[in-house]
Protein backbone atom coordinates (compact mmCIF):
# COMPACT_ATOMS: atom_id res chain seq x y z
CA UNK A 1 0.00 0.00 0.00
CA UNK A 2 1.53 3.39 -0.86
CA UNK A 3 1.95 6.36 2.06
CA UNK A 4 1.97 9.81 1.02
CA UNK A 5 5.11 11.41 2.35
CA UNK A 6 4.23 14.91 5.05
CA UNK A 7 4.65 18.25 4.08
CA UNK A 8 2.13 17.55 0.77
CA UNK A 9 2.05 20.74 -0.83
CA UNK A 10 -1.05 23.21 -0.20
CA UNK A 11 -4.04 23.00 -2.75
CA UNK A 12 -3.10 19.09 -3.65
CA UNK A 13 -6.59 17.68 -4.41
CA UNK A 14 -8.38 15.41 -2.26
CA UNK A 15 -8.65 12.63 -4.47
CA UNK A 16 -4.51 12.74 -4.79
CA UNK A 17 -4.36 12.97 -0.96
CA UNK A 18 -6.35 9.73 -0.83
CA UNK A 19 -5.77 7.91 -3.73
CA UNK A 20 -3.35 4.67 -2.06
CA UNK A 21 -2.60 2.81 -4.97
CA UNK A 22 -3.25 3.01 -8.96
CA UNK A 23 -4.91 0.48 -11.84
CA UNK A 24 -2.32 0.14 -14.69
CA UNK A 25 -3.02 1.10 -17.80
CA UNK A 26 -5.38 -1.37 -20.49
CA UNK A 27 -3.10 -3.04 -22.35
CA UNK A 28 -6.40 -3.00 -25.26
CA UNK A 29 -5.30 -0.23 -26.40
CA UNK A 30 -9.49 1.62 -26.12
CA UNK A 31 -9.46 4.83 -27.31
CA UNK A 32 -11.71 5.82 -23.97
CA UNK A 33 -12.67 2.60 -21.58
CA UNK A 34 -16.12 2.70 -19.40
CA UNK A 35 -15.39 4.23 -16.26
CA UNK A 36 -16.91 2.64 -13.29
CA UNK A 37 -17.27 4.13 -9.41
CA UNK A 38 -17.51 1.08 -7.00
CA UNK A 39 -18.86 2.12 -3.63
CA UNK A 40 -18.06 0.16 -0.44
CA UNK A 41 -15.62 -1.99 -3.23
CA UNK A 42 -13.42 -3.27 0.21
CA UNK A 43 -16.31 -4.87 1.76
CA UNK A 44 -18.08 -7.93 1.25
CA UNK A 45 -20.17 -8.06 -1.45
CA UNK A 46 -18.51 -4.88 -3.31
CA UNK A 47 -15.44 -6.43 -3.36
CA UNK A 48 -16.27 -9.70 -4.88
CA UNK A 49 -18.11 -7.39 -7.49
CA UNK A 50 -14.59 -5.74 -8.55
CA UNK A 51 -12.79 -9.21 -8.49
CA UNK A 52 -15.08 -10.39 -10.91
CA UNK A 53 -14.80 -7.63 -12.95
CA UNK A 54 -11.24 -6.94 -12.68
CA UNK A 55 -11.05 -10.63 -13.59
CA UNK A 56 -12.83 -10.50 -16.79
CA UNK A 57 -11.20 -7.04 -17.97
CA UNK A 58 -12.88 -4.24 -19.45
CA UNK A 59 -13.99 -1.29 -17.67
CA UNK A 60 -11.81 0.67 -15.71
CA UNK A 61 -12.65 0.54 -12.05
CA UNK A 62 -12.04 3.01 -8.89
CA UNK A 63 -12.82 1.95 -5.87
CA UNK A 64 -14.11 4.58 -2.78
CA UNK A 65 -14.21 2.73 0.48
CA UNK A 66 -14.12 4.50 4.05
CA UNK A 67 -12.58 1.40 5.34
CA UNK A 68 -14.61 1.15 8.60
CA UNK A 69 -14.58 -2.08 10.51
CA UNK A 70 -16.01 -4.61 7.68
CA UNK A 71 -14.31 -2.66 4.54
CA UNK A 72 -10.95 -5.29 4.24
CA UNK A 73 -8.44 -4.21 1.35
CA UNK A 74 -7.23 -7.81 1.92
CA UNK A 75 -10.54 -8.75 0.14
CA UNK A 76 -9.23 -6.90 -3.08
CA UNK A 77 -5.93 -8.44 -2.95
CA UNK A 78 -6.62 -11.16 -6.03
CA UNK A 79 -7.86 -7.83 -8.28
CA UNK A 80 -4.40 -5.73 -7.45
CA UNK A 81 -3.03 -3.59 -10.16
CA UNK A 82 -6.78 -3.92 -12.25
CA UNK A 83 -8.12 -1.12 -10.12
CA UNK A 84 -7.69 2.27 -8.47
CA UNK A 85 -8.18 3.06 -4.75
CA UNK A 86 -9.58 5.79 -2.92
CA UNK A 87 -9.44 5.72 0.57
CA UNK A 88 -12.89 8.20 1.77
CA UNK A 89 -16.14 8.80 2.60
CA UNK A 90 -19.29 8.60 0.74
CA UNK A 91 -19.96 11.96 2.86
CA UNK A 92 -17.73 13.94 1.87
CA UNK A 93 -18.96 15.89 -0.52
CA UNK A 94 -15.83 17.46 -2.29
CA UNK A 95 -14.41 14.33 -2.73
CA UNK A 96 -17.47 12.66 -4.17
CA UNK A 97 -17.98 15.71 -6.46
CA UNK A 98 -14.13 15.04 -7.76
CA UNK A 99 -14.47 10.99 -8.63
CA UNK A 100 -18.12 11.17 -9.49
CA UNK A 101 -17.27 13.46 -12.13
CA UNK A 102 -14.22 10.95 -13.52
CA UNK A 103 -16.63 8.33 -14.04
CA UNK A 104 -19.34 7.11 -15.93
CA UNK A 105 -21.34 4.61 -13.93
CA UNK A 106 -21.85 4.33 -9.88
CA UNK A 107 -22.70 1.22 -8.69
CA UNK A 108 -23.21 1.86 -4.81
CA UNK A 109 -22.67 -0.90 -2.46
CA UNK A 110 -21.38 1.15 0.49
CA UNK A 111 -23.86 1.00 3.78
CA UNK A 112 -24.08 0.18 7.56
CA UNK A 113 -25.52 -2.99 7.07
CA UNK A 114 -25.95 -4.73 10.29
CA UNK A 115 -29.06 -4.75 12.25
CA UNK A 116 -28.16 -5.14 15.36
CA UNK A 117 -25.62 -2.36 15.45
CA UNK A 118 -28.58 -0.04 14.12
CA UNK A 119 -30.59 -0.23 16.65
CA UNK A 120 -27.43 0.60 19.30
CA UNK A 121 -26.76 3.37 16.67
CA UNK A 122 -29.30 4.32 13.83
CA UNK A 123 -27.69 7.57 13.73
CA UNK A 124 -24.49 6.04 11.70
CA UNK A 125 -27.12 4.34 9.44
CA UNK A 126 -29.11 7.41 8.31
CA UNK A 127 -25.63 9.27 7.97
CA UNK A 128 -24.20 6.48 5.50
CA UNK A 129 -27.10 4.81 3.85
CA UNK A 130 -29.33 8.27 3.38
CA UNK A 131 -26.79 11.19 3.40
CA UNK A 132 -24.30 9.21 1.70
CA UNK A 133 -26.81 8.02 -1.09
CA UNK A 134 -27.76 11.44 -1.78
CA UNK A 135 -24.37 13.03 -1.89
CA UNK A 136 -23.70 10.81 -4.43
CA UNK A 137 -26.77 11.48 -6.03
CA UNK A 138 -26.09 15.08 -6.13
CA UNK A 139 -23.00 14.48 -7.66
CA UNK A 140 -23.88 12.41 -10.41
CA UNK A 141 -26.89 14.99 -11.45
CA UNK A 142 -23.86 17.39 -11.54
CA UNK A 143 -21.61 15.91 -13.79
CA UNK A 144 -24.44 14.25 -15.64
CA UNK A 145 -23.31 10.44 -14.67
CA UNK A 146 -24.50 8.20 -17.37
CA UNK A 147 -26.07 5.59 -14.75
CA UNK A 148 -26.10 5.05 -11.17
CA UNK A 149 -26.95 1.55 -10.00
CA UNK A 150 -28.69 1.08 -6.07
CA UNK A 151 -27.89 -1.68 -4.02
CA UNK A 152 -30.48 -2.69 -1.43
CA UNK A 153 -31.95 -5.68 0.21
CA UNK A 154 -35.25 -7.28 0.36
CA UNK A 155 -35.63 -5.73 4.08
CA UNK A 156 -36.63 -3.09 2.70
CA UNK A 157 -40.40 -4.86 2.20
CA UNK A 158 -40.68 -6.12 6.44
CA UNK A 159 -41.89 -9.49 6.95
CA UNK A 160 -44.11 -11.63 4.62
CA UNK A 161 -46.02 -14.59 6.09
CA UNK A 162 -46.76 -16.16 2.93
CA UNK A 163 -45.87 -15.79 -1.24
CA UNK A 164 -43.27 -13.54 -1.70
CA UNK A 165 -42.42 -9.80 -2.58
CA UNK A 166 -42.30 -8.49 -6.65
CA UNK A 167 -40.70 -4.83 -6.99
CA UNK A 168 -44.34 -3.70 -6.75
CA UNK A 169 -44.75 -4.04 -3.26
CA UNK A 170 -45.22 -1.03 -1.07
CA UNK A 171 -41.68 -0.57 1.59
CA UNK A 172 -42.48 -1.23 5.43
CA UNK A 173 -39.10 -1.13 6.89
CA UNK A 174 -39.28 -2.78 10.39
CA UNK A 175 -35.31 -1.91 11.73
CA UNK A 176 -33.24 0.87 11.60
CA UNK A 177 -30.87 -0.79 9.09
CA UNK A 178 -34.13 -1.56 7.08
CA UNK A 179 -35.42 1.98 7.21
CA UNK A 180 -32.45 3.28 6.27
CA UNK A 181 -31.76 1.49 3.34
CA UNK A 182 -35.91 2.32 2.39
CA UNK A 183 -35.03 5.86 2.65
CA UNK A 184 -31.76 5.78 0.42
CA UNK A 185 -34.38 3.25 -2.37
CA UNK A 186 -36.60 6.31 -2.04
CA UNK A 187 -34.23 9.04 -3.00
CA UNK A 188 -32.21 7.10 -5.44
CA UNK A 189 -35.72 6.87 -7.70
CA UNK A 190 -37.02 10.46 -6.97
CA UNK A 191 -33.80 11.41 -8.49
CA UNK A 192 -34.38 9.39 -11.44
CA UNK A 193 -38.17 11.16 -11.64
CA UNK A 194 -37.02 14.69 -10.61
CA UNK A 195 -33.84 15.16 -12.27
CA UNK A 196 -34.05 12.05 -15.32
CA UNK A 197 -31.05 10.65 -13.60
CA UNK A 198 -30.90 6.65 -14.95
CA UNK A 199 -31.13 5.37 -11.56
CA UNK A 200 -31.28 1.06 -11.10
CA UNK A 201 -32.45 0.13 -8.11
CA UNK A 202 -31.73 -3.71 -6.88
CA UNK A 203 -32.87 -5.40 -4.28
CA UNK A 204 -31.19 -9.02 -2.68
CA UNK A 205 -32.17 -11.52 -0.14
CA UNK A 206 -29.93 -12.88 2.32
CA UNK A 207 -25.90 -13.15 0.65
CA UNK A 208 -23.53 -15.74 1.75
CA UNK A 209 -20.15 -16.90 1.13
CA UNK A 210 -16.18 -16.21 1.66
CA UNK A 211 -14.63 -12.56 2.25
CA UNK A 212 -18.05 -12.30 4.65
CA UNK A 213 -17.07 -10.09 8.00
CA UNK A 214 -17.42 -12.56 10.62
CA UNK A 215 -20.46 -10.78 12.68
CA UNK A 216 -22.97 -12.05 10.30
CA UNK A 217 -25.08 -15.30 10.73
CA UNK A 218 -22.96 -17.92 8.41
CA UNK A 219 -19.73 -16.64 8.84
CA UNK A 220 -19.73 -16.53 13.00
CA UNK A 221 -21.51 -19.78 13.20
CA UNK A 222 -18.51 -21.44 11.22
CA UNK A 223 -15.48 -19.57 12.56
CA UNK A 224 -17.43 -19.44 16.17
CA UNK A 225 -17.86 -23.26 15.60
CA UNK A 226 -14.17 -23.97 14.28
CA UNK A 227 -12.93 -22.74 17.58
CA UNK A 228 -14.80 -24.61 19.38
CA UNK A 229 -17.22 -21.96 20.47
CA UNK A 230 -20.91 -22.16 20.88
CA UNK A 231 -23.10 -20.53 18.42
CA UNK A 232 -26.28 -18.14 19.45
CA UNK A 233 -30.24 -18.75 17.99
CA UNK A 234 -32.46 -16.24 18.07
CA UNK A 235 -35.94 -17.10 19.72
CA UNK A 236 -37.30 -20.27 18.17
CA UNK A 237 -34.97 -20.41 15.09
CA UNK A 238 -38.11 -20.29 13.02
CA UNK A 239 -37.60 -16.89 11.09
CA UNK A 240 -36.85 -17.64 7.55
CA UNK A 241 -34.60 -16.17 5.33
CA UNK A 242 -33.80 -16.67 1.60
CA UNK A 243 -30.17 -17.19 0.83
CA UNK A 244 -28.48 -16.15 -2.51
CA UNK A 245 -24.68 -16.78 -2.94
CA UNK A 246 -22.51 -13.77 -4.10
CA UNK A 247 -21.42 -15.56 -7.57
CA UNK A 248 -25.10 -15.32 -8.55
CA UNK A 249 -25.77 -11.63 -6.25
CA UNK A 250 -22.39 -10.10 -8.27
CA UNK A 251 -24.09 -11.42 -11.82
CA UNK A 252 -27.39 -10.13 -11.11
CA UNK A 253 -25.81 -6.93 -10.40
CA UNK A 254 -24.25 -6.56 -13.85
CA UNK A 255 -27.17 -7.45 -15.65
CA UNK A 256 -28.35 -4.52 -14.15
CA UNK A 257 -25.78 -2.74 -14.67
CA UNK A 258 -25.47 -3.34 -18.57
CA UNK A 259 -29.07 -4.29 -19.21
CA UNK A 260 -31.28 -2.95 -16.56
CA UNK A 261 -33.85 -0.28 -17.52
CA UNK A 262 -33.45 2.84 -15.81
CA UNK A 263 -36.02 3.97 -12.69
CA UNK A 264 -36.67 0.39 -12.24
CA UNK A 265 -36.24 -1.93 -9.57
CA UNK A 266 -35.57 -5.58 -9.58
CA UNK A 267 -35.20 -8.15 -6.61
CA UNK A 268 -32.61 -10.57 -6.70
CA UNK A 269 -33.01 -14.06 -5.35
CA UNK A 270 -31.02 -17.07 -4.19
CA UNK A 271 -34.07 -19.78 -4.65
CA UNK A 272 -33.22 -21.44 -0.79
CA UNK A 273 -35.64 -20.77 1.99
CA UNK A 274 -34.24 -21.88 5.27
CA UNK A 275 -35.41 -21.36 8.49
CA UNK A 276 -32.37 -20.12 10.86
CA UNK A 277 -32.98 -23.64 12.51
CA UNK A 278 -32.71 -25.59 9.76
CA UNK A 279 -29.50 -23.15 8.19
CA UNK A 280 -27.88 -24.04 11.86
CA UNK A 281 -28.70 -27.47 11.47
CA UNK A 282 -26.85 -27.61 8.17
CA UNK A 283 -24.21 -25.25 10.07
CA UNK A 284 -23.37 -27.89 12.73
CA UNK A 285 -22.95 -30.83 9.99
CA UNK A 286 -20.81 -28.99 8.04
CA UNK A 287 -18.41 -28.25 11.19
CA UNK A 288 -18.78 -31.52 12.85
CA UNK A 289 -20.93 -30.43 15.53
CA UNK A 290 -23.41 -30.92 17.86
CA UNK A 291 -26.46 -28.90 18.87
CA UNK A 292 -24.83 -28.85 22.30
CA UNK A 293 -23.05 -26.10 21.00
CA UNK A 294 -26.50 -24.09 20.58
CA UNK A 295 -27.25 -21.42 22.83
CA UNK A 296 -30.53 -20.24 22.17
CA UNK A 297 -30.86 -16.49 23.05
CA UNK A 298 -33.34 -14.00 23.30
CA UNK A 299 -35.11 -12.79 19.87
CA UNK A 300 -33.55 -9.26 18.83
CA UNK A 301 -35.81 -6.25 18.32
CA UNK A 302 -37.59 -5.66 14.73
CA UNK A 303 -36.59 -9.75 13.93
CA UNK A 304 -38.52 -9.89 10.57
CA UNK A 305 -40.41 -13.33 10.56
CA UNK A 306 -39.66 -14.43 7.17
CA UNK A 307 -38.31 -12.64 3.72
CA UNK A 308 -39.20 -13.83 0.08
CA UNK A 309 -38.49 -12.03 -2.83
CA UNK A 310 -40.19 -12.65 -6.46
CA UNK A 311 -37.45 -12.70 -8.76
CA UNK A 312 -39.83 -12.86 -11.92
CA UNK A 313 -39.04 -9.64 -13.30
CA UNK A 314 -35.36 -9.98 -13.36
CA UNK A 315 -35.33 -13.48 -14.60
CA UNK A 316 -37.81 -12.48 -17.85
CA UNK A 317 -35.93 -9.48 -19.05
CA UNK A 318 -32.29 -9.65 -18.21
CA UNK A 319 -32.16 -13.27 -18.24
CA UNK A 320 -31.06 -14.11 -14.52
CA UNK A 321 -31.27 -17.28 -12.54
CA UNK A 322 -28.93 -18.73 -9.17
CA UNK A 323 -26.58 -21.01 -10.43
CA UNK A 324 -25.02 -21.95 -7.18
CA UNK A 325 -26.97 -24.66 -5.26
CA UNK A 326 -26.98 -24.05 -1.75
CA UNK A 327 -25.06 -27.20 -0.66
CA UNK A 328 -22.21 -27.00 -2.70
CA UNK A 329 -21.71 -22.87 -2.02
CA UNK A 330 -22.20 -24.03 2.18
CA UNK A 331 -20.07 -26.36 1.23
CA UNK A 332 -17.17 -23.55 -0.46
CA UNK A 333 -18.00 -21.43 2.39
CA UNK A 334 -16.95 -23.41 5.36
CA UNK A 335 -14.07 -24.48 3.66
CA UNK A 336 -12.79 -21.34 2.52
CA UNK A 337 -13.19 -20.18 6.52
CA UNK A 338 -11.43 -23.16 7.48
CA UNK A 339 -8.57 -22.78 4.89
CA UNK A 340 -8.39 -19.14 5.70
CA UNK A 341 -8.10 -17.91 9.37
CA UNK A 342 -5.30 -15.71 8.49
CA UNK A 343 -8.09 -13.32 7.26
CA UNK A 344 -10.72 -13.96 9.53
CA UNK A 345 -8.90 -14.26 12.78
CA UNK A 346 -7.97 -10.46 13.42
CA UNK A 347 -11.00 -9.48 12.25
CA UNK A 348 -12.44 -11.44 15.35
CA UNK A 349 -9.80 -10.05 17.56
CA UNK A 350 -10.17 -6.70 16.57
CA UNK A 351 -14.43 -7.15 17.59
CA UNK A 352 -13.59 -8.91 20.64
CA UNK A 353 -11.69 -5.60 21.81
CA UNK A 354 -14.10 -3.29 20.60
CA UNK A 355 -12.03 -1.98 17.60
CA UNK A 356 -13.60 -0.89 14.51
Not at 77 to 97: E, H, M, N, S, Y
Not at 133 to 139: F, M, S, V, Y
Not at 210 to 233: R, W
Amino acid sequence: MKSWPRGEPPGESVTRRLRLFERQPSQKGEDREMKILVTGGAGFIGSHYVRTLAHRGGPAITVLDKLTYAGNLANLDPARGRFTFVQGDICDTALVAELVAEHDEVVHFAAESHVDRSIENAAEFVRTNVTGTQTLLDAAVRSGLKSFVHVSTDEVYGSIAVGSWPETDPLRPNSPYAASKAAGDLLALAYHRTHGLDVRVTRCSNNYGHHHFPEKVIPLFITNLLDGKKVPLYGDGLNVRDWLHIDDHVRGVELVRTAGRPGEVYNIGGGTELSNKELTALLLTACGADWDMVDFVEDRKGHDRRYSVDCTKICTELGYLPRKDFATGLAETVAWYRENRSWWEPLKERAALGVG
